[in-house]
Antibody, heavy 118, light 107 residues
Framework: QVQLVESGGGLVKPGGSLRLSCAASGFTFSDYYMSWVRQAPGKGLEWVSYISRSSSYAKYADSVEGRITISRDDAKNLLFLQINSLGVEDTAVYYC???????????WGQGTLVTVSS | DFQMTQSPSSLSASVGDRVTITCRASQGIGDHLAWFQQKPGKVPKLLIYAASTLQSGVPSRFTGSGFGTDFTLTISGLQPEDVATYYCQRYTTAPRTFGQGTQVEIK
């Protein structure tokens, strides 16, 4: 079954850190660019980051640059998002998505909720 | 900064109506635009890519058009199951910005 399953979300205090994971199955993970998209409660979609095949390069939204690191483990079919210095503005559902070669997201996970609160 | 501006932010239409949503890019993006549908409480779903190509399995009442800076998503014959928020997104170049979304409701 082709799917993405995120995990690692939860309640974190401001200033804390979190590492999100996304487990891919049913397709050749290493063939695809991957990305993270987030959605704050009641708000729209916000692109966060993407990573190329073989982790050759990554891009980040200006809003998270310097605080977030995307990475992947192709041997384990896992995508990661390390978020540091969490602020209340990072409260959101974080979606993992698979990117086609031209670049659109054709597969989405169910999302994992990150809540930043004291 | 690159921006994608969607309009309207919300609309209400009757079943069977033709509905049009527009998306404007702050600079030309060719046809590198996708449209997504997000039903309440659900995960976004790809509708259209390359500005006008319908994703497999998406009803033909959905059509996309445009090139460069101006794009449209049209629903020809609105159905109750089309109640959702629709987002445009440019891809291939960072930042892969989404539009603000258009909430579609049934009148």
């Amino acid at each position: 079954q082709v799917q993405l399953v995120e995990s690692g979300g939860g309640l974190v205090k401001p200033g804390g850190s979190l590492r999100l994971s996304c487990a891919a199955s049913g397709f050749t993970f290493s063939d695809y660019y991957m990305s993270w998209v987030r959605q704050a409660p009641g708000k729209g979609l916000e692109w966060v980051s993407y990573i190329s095949r073989s982790s050759s390069y990554a891009k980040y939204a200006d809003s998270v640059e310097g605080r977030i690191t995307i990475s992947r483990d192709d041997a384990k079919n896992l995508l990661f998002l390390q978020i540091n210095s969490l602020g209340v503005e990072d409260t959101a559902v974080y979606y993992c998505t698979r990117l086609t070669v031209p670049g659109w997201s054709d597969l989405w996970g169910q999302g994992t909720l990150v809540t930043v609160s004291s | 900064d690159f921006q994608m501006t969607q309009s309207p932010s919300s609309l209400s239409a009757s079943v069977g109506d033709r509905v049009t949503i527009t998306c404007r890019a702050s600079q030309g993006i060719g046809d590198h635009l996708a449209w997504f549908q997000q039903k309440p409480g659900k995960v976004p779903k790809l509708l259209i890519y390359a500005a006008s190509t319908l994703q497999s399995g998406v009803p033909s009442r959905f059509t996309g058009s445009g090139f460069g800076t101006d794009f449209t998503l049209t629903i020809s014959g609105l159905q109750p199951e089309d109640v959702a928020t629709y987002y445009c997104q440019r891809y291939t170049t960072a930042p892969r910005t989404f539009g603000q979304g258009t909430q579609v409701e049934i009148k």
